[in-house]
């Protein structure tokens, strides 16, 4: 069906009681969600909001649409921005809608000829003579009693399932479906926990390349699933029967050839009792109290021991060892008091002694939510009858390879790290050691009274500057930099000729009315997955390492000449954005001003915005903190040819500031890796 025809169908009056928000608005224009708040002002003629909140209010998408194409600034709303927007406007809420939409695009996909017959039709006719086509295609790829079953083709939702195919004409039917339900989950952060698609591929590798068969009993939205390559048969379940129709259209889409999906609580009503797989993979709900502990205490999945209230993890395990085949793997994605917990102690060293327990590997911060807490993967197997179990127990720790870097960055590290120590281990059953990273740990050693599995206890830590040769080169580098820092020392101060000359001066506030600087307050979140600056790399003067935030905003990213200000704190700093740092997010706490490189010079604006008297008189004082107001920190009016030459001078200070930095970095690991050398015997004293 031709897109010019979809859209039509979608201008209906659906389109009309649709509504959106700023954030939405700034996506149909193309442009920043400040500049659409500095349009309300001026434009009187702007649509009066139609709900939402005071702070966050709504508009009415046919108004926004006639306004912005009244200004020129919108020849026509995109095809997918008009299909999402039919999508949260649905009166059923946007998860049946996505449900109604899937469905549709299971038929575009797998049975375009029918589809371009319904599509002849009126709409109550199509919806008549959809219902079986879609029963056919679904039961096809979701088999019988599937969890779509209950959400029957609506004629008010033809329009929308017209424009959706004409959608998946554009883009394709699966990544018509993975950008509708992307959207979906950035408008709604809160409400769902996701898997980040790298620690879903490191699982979904670690299960194995032979895995045909595999099930996720805490499935979500099916992102652990969908990352298996070659599987012939999916197995899905979720307590939630959203979630549960969301990951069967996913997967049916991404096509899996056979996906049964069930939407049940796993551990109290198992819809898979009677399957073994090749691999299950699971992110379990962490530290439930109400899992089913008193209705299932004779429950036969409990092999290594009835787990207590508090080891809710524990009992996710054993349901995913009792779904394994023999020789089959599972990984699971635990919270780190699993590895220690006392009144789990029993069960893991019951895990060890029959071998079902495999490696454990301490993941980065950040890696998933929550997004503080250093998570730990169980890799695990299903041991067989009369084999021997492994001597060893592989515990990884890949917390060091992200200590300096943003965690977007070092996951091919990660996972390469992890996956390289884990098939060595897995063929032979042992691997070369690698200080604090990883090593192989006799199972006697871990079977004490406490039964520690947490890797950084059992692994020795790596010497700080490394063996004699690495000492030796951070030694010269520090020579050398402390050779620069000299080089790049300020001359003597000296008094301006005639005395102290104030010229006028000027606020960040009134040049950003002026035009002459742009001001954004950083938020750390949005769509994507740029790394963030937070106000401690600010302060340090090292790259982005905080994680983003999803939300449904599009975020401002740095750029080069950027001047970043944190404003908590009190202290007197302002950041130059360079090549290095650029295409960022701000954090939270940060003010980005974008000076115009015709009105203003980047490194003039951040010298004057550190001096300590224009710090202390914009800033306010609460009962825990001192708070900058950025609008008033003051800078003198100059013609821009001055400016640059006081740019000049304060870039020097900040690279002779960064010289400083690194010297006292260097000598610090030099200090530590002697005395830690010293210390392990891997340098002598003379």
């Given amino acids: 069906m031709p897109e010019e025809n979809a859209a039509a169908e979608v201008t209906a009056a659906e389109v009309a009681a649709a509504e959106v928000t700023a954030a939405e608005v700034a996506r149909l224009a193309g442009v920043g969600r400040a500049a659409v708040s500095n349009w ?81 039709v009126s709409d109550a006719r199509m919806a008549t003579l959809l219902r079986p086509v879609l029963d056919q295609a679904l039961g096809a790829r979701l088999g019988p009693g599937h969890a779509l079953a209950e959400i029957p083709p609506d004629p008010a939702a033809m329009p929308l399932l017209r424009a959706a195919a004409a959608l998946a004409a554009e883009l394709g039917a699966r990544q018509a479906f993975e950008f509708l339900l992307g959207r979906h989950l950035d408008a709604n952060p809160r409400q769902y926990t996701l898997t980040p698609d790298g620690l879903a591929a490191l699982m979904a590798a670690l299960a194995g390349p032979a895995a045909r068969t595999v099930l996720d009993p805490a499935c979500g939205t099916g992102s652990l699933l969908r990352a298996v390559r070659g599987a012939t048969a999916l197995y899905a379940q979720d307590s939630a029967p959203e979630l549960a129709a969301l990951a069967a259209l996913r997967l049916a889409l991404n096509g899996t050839p056979q996906v049964r999906a069930a939407a049940a609580d796993s551990l109290r009503a ?51 060892l009792a779904h394994l085949r023999e020789g089959g793997t599972a990984v699971l994605l635990m919270p780190p008091a699993v590895a220690a917990r006392r009144s789990g102690r029993r069960i893991r060293a019951d895990l060890l002694r029959r071998g079902a327990l495999r490696a454990v590997v301490a993941l980065p911060a950040g890696a998933a939510p929550p997004y503080g807490i250093p998570l730990h993967l169980w890799v695990l197997r299903r041991p067989a009858p009369h084999a021997a179990p492994p001597a060893g127990l592989l515990l990884i720790d890949t917390a060091a390879l992200a200590a300096d870097d943003r965690l977007r960055s070092v996951w091919p590290a990660v ?79 000296a008094a301006p000729a005639g005395g102290t000359v104030r010229p006028p001066m000027t606020t960040v506030g009134e040049l950003a009315r002026a035009g002459a600087l742009e001001l954004h307050t950083g938020t750390g979140g949005g769509t994507g997955s740029a790394p963030v600056l937070t106000e401690q ?119 002779f500031e960064d010289a400083l930095r690194l010297a006292g970095r260097l000598g610090e690991q030099l200090v530590q890796g002697f005395h830690d050398g010293l210390s392990d015997g891997t340098v002598t004293p003379e």
């Fill in 415 to 493: 996972h390469e790290a992890v996956q390289e120590a884990w098939s060595a281990y897995d063929r032979t059953g042992s691997v070369a050691q690698a200080p604090g990273v990883s090593r192989v740990v006799p199972v006697i050693e871990l079977l004490d009274d406490d039964v520690d599995l947490t890797p950084a206890r059992h692994l020795p830590p790596p010497t700080a500057g490394g063996g004699p040769a690495e000492l030796t080169a951070v030694r010269e580098r520090l020579g050398e930099t402390l050779g620069r820092a000299a080089r790049l020392t300020p001359p003597a101060a």
């Fill in 40 to 120: 309300r002002p001026p434009h009187a003629d702007f649509p009066k909001p139609v709900g939402g909140t005071e702070t966050s209010p709504s508009f009415s998408l046919d108004e926004v649409e006639h306004w912005l194409r009244a200004q020129g600034k919108l020849a026509e709303v995109p095809l997918r921005e008009r299909v999402w927007q039919q999508i949260a406007a649905h009166p059923g809420g946007a998860v049946v809608a996505l449900v109604q939409a899937g469905g549709a695009l299971l038929v575009v996909r797998d049975r375009p000829t029918d589809w371009l017959e319904l599509t002849a």
């Fill in 537 to 655: 790399d600010v302060s340090t003067g090292s790259g982005p390492t905080g994680t983003l935030a999803p939300t449904a905003d599009e975020p401002v990213l740095t750029a080069p000449g950027d001047v970043l200000v944190p404003l908590v704190g009190g202290a007197a700093i302002a950041r130059v954005v360079d090549e290095a740092t650029a295409g960022a997010v701000p954090g939270r706490g940060l003010a980005l001003l974008r000076p115009d490189p015709a009105a203003l010079d980047p490194w003039f604006l951040a010298g004057f915005l550190r001096g300590t008297a224009n710090t202390r008189r914009a800033s306010s004082h609460a009962s825990t903190a001192t708070r900058l107001d950025v609008r008033r920190l003051r800078l003198p009016r100059l013609p821009l040819a001055q400016q640059q030459g006081y740019g000049l001078r304060f870039q020097a200070l900040a690279e």
């Fill in 270 to 320: 198992d819809a898979f009792a009677q399957d073994t797989v090749d691999a299950v993979l699971c992110h379990p709900p962490f530290n439930e109290r109400a899992w089913g502990h008193e209705e299932l205490a004779y429950d036969p999945r409990w092999e290594y021991g009835f787990p207590a209230r508090t080891e809710s993890e524990l009992a996710w395990v054993q349901h995913a």
